[in-house]
Antibody, heavy 117, light 107 residues
Framework: QVKLLQSGAALVKPGASVKMSCKASGYTFTDYWVSWVKQSHGKSLEWIGE????????NFNEKFKGKATLTVDKSTSTAYMELSRLTSEDSAIYYCTRRATTALRYWGQGVMVTVSS | EIVLTQSPTTMAASPGEKVTITCRASSSVSYMHWYQQKPGASPKPWIY???KLASGVPNRFSGSGSGTSYSLTISSMETEDTATYYC??????????FGSGTKLEIK
């Protein structure tokens, strides 16, 4: 079955960067867009952007351009998201998802990122 | 950007009561998707393409709507339905967006 296994929680200092991973299994990794979603504590969901593993093409929410960098490693079926110049506003849970048409049909377990000195 | 407005923000329903959650879009969208999220868990796909139930979703749930107005309905509320529900759209010329969520509790 489809699984998206994300890396563990991260505690990072303000101004630093963090890179998280999302390992896909149970399907052909290169056939589906991988989207990333942010959920700040107690709040709603925000779409960050997505990457198509086959080509590396990306689409971003304008709000997250310059903040998030999306990459993939096709050899390990793993997607990555790096967040740069972190502030307290970046403290949140980040989910990777697999998109099918316009819906996010599979979700990872989430990565909690805490930005604190 | 298409803004999705959910109502109500929070609600409580008695067991067996019919529940309707509404999601209104600032512009017309072709489909609406819904997710269920319980505390400490990832959102779960719940209804996709407006009215299709995701695998394992009880058939007391249904989805409907078109254009700018969509809804999720529970025909008979059960304790296990306590959760927050989010609507989501993705149309051309707009980023993917979510509603602000409806927290549903049992009375």
């Amino acid at each position: 079955q489809v699984k998206l296994l994300q890396s563990g929680a991260a505690l990072v200092k303000p101004g630093a960067s963090v890179k998280m991973s999302c390992k896909a299994s149970g399907y052909t990794f290169t056939d589906y867009w991988v989207s990333w979603v942010k959920q700040s504590h107690g709040k709603s969901l925000e779409w960050i952007g997505e990457i198509y593993p086959n080509s590396g093409a990306t689409n971003f929410n304008e709000k997250f351009k310059g903040k998030a960098t999306l990459t993939v490693d096709k050899s390990t079926s793993t997607a990555y998201m790096e967040l740069s110049r972190l502030t307290s506003e970046d403290s949140a849970i980040y989910y990777c998802t697999r998109r099918a048409t316009t819906a996010l049909r599979y979700w990872g377990q989430g990565v909690m990122v805490t930005v604190s000195s | 950007e298409i803004v999705l407005t959910q109502s109500p923000t929070t609600m409580a329903a008695s067991p067996g009561e019919k529940v309707t959650i509404t999601c209104r879009a600032s512009s017309s969208v072709s489909y609406m998707h819904w997710y269920q999220q319980k505390p400490g868990a990832s959102p779960k796909p719940w209804i996709y393409d407006t009215s299709k139930l995701a695998s394992g979703v009880p058939n007391r749930f249904s989805g409907s709507g078109s254009g700018t107005s969509y809804s999720l309905t529970i025909s008979s509320m059960e304790t296990e339905d306590t959760a927050t529900y989010y609507c989501q759209q993705w149309s051309s010329n707009s980023p993917l967006t979510f509603g602000s969520g409806t927290k549903l509790e049992i009375k």
